[in-house]
T-cell receptor, first 116, second 110 residues
């Protein structure tokens, strides 16, 4: 079974340019997460989807970041315009619904963004 | 805010030795999970321990959880060069949000 697929793996842009990342979760996983990971740090949650509904986007900088998950499968994360501080790895993860709290997350390889 | 603070931050050991790293957190949790991340790759789930469990094993991994001290430890026995990676603890705080710590870089010297 295929894992979580992300693209692009690497992206270099100049500040003020837009950028978009795409994620295809594991088939059947209804929960999808976008995390941002700065160098030497742990991942920080940006947004969580349950099917097509964004149920936790409190940490998404909404002035420049947007995300969507049409039809509850693939998701895109967009930054417009990008700033120097947005340089990071953007990780997508998915999980299946379970009782008793959050279960195992399956991560993609990440999209490394460099803003010049 | 990010929960989970691993200690020590960086660890360098010889192959065959055991590696121990700790994680502390601040609020009550449903479960605590450990993940591994190789350089330039995504995170891989290692083990999950529920709040009502005290110890769990998986292969060469041993995880303990002390909810009274709000801390957990991850022990890797008989380390191998392939264990070189960053290790993160993550806490499920009961709101379906998994909060990750800053990570613990482990280098196993062959």
């Amino acid at each position: 079974e295929a894992g979580v697929v992300q693209s692009p793996r690497y992206k270099i842009i100049e500040k003020k340019q837009p950028v978009a990342f795409w994620c295809n979760p594991i088939s059947g996983h209804n929960t999808l997460y976008w995390y941002r990971q700065n160098l030497g740090q742990g991942p920080e949650l940006l947004i969580r989807y349950e099917n097509e509904e964004a149920v936790d986007d409190s940490q998404l900088p909404k002035d420049r970041f947007s995300a969507e998950r049409l039809k509850g499968v693939d998701s895109t994360l967009k930054i417009q315009p990008a700033e120097l501080g947005d340089s990071a790895v953007y990780l997508c993860a998915s999980s299946s619904q379970r009782e008793g709290g959050t279960g195992e997350l399956f991560f993609g390889e990440g999209s490394r963004l460099t803003v010049l | 805010s990010q929960q989970g603070e691993e200690d020590p931050q960086a660890l360098s050991i010889q192959e065959g030795e055991n590696a121990t790293m700790n994680c502390s957190y601040k609020t009550s949790i449903n479960n605590l999970q450990w993940y591994r991340q190789n350089s330039g790759r995504g995170l891989v789930h290692l083990i999950l321990i529920r709040s009502n469990e005290r110890e769990k094993h998986s292969g060469r991994l041993r995880v303990t959880l002390d909810t009274s001290k709000k801390s957990s430890s991850l022990l890797i026995t008989a380390s191998r060069a392939a264990d070189t990676a960053s290790y993160f603890c993550a806490t499920d705080q009961g709101n379906n949000r998994l909060a990750f710590g800053k990570g613990n870089q482990v280098v196993v010297i062959p």
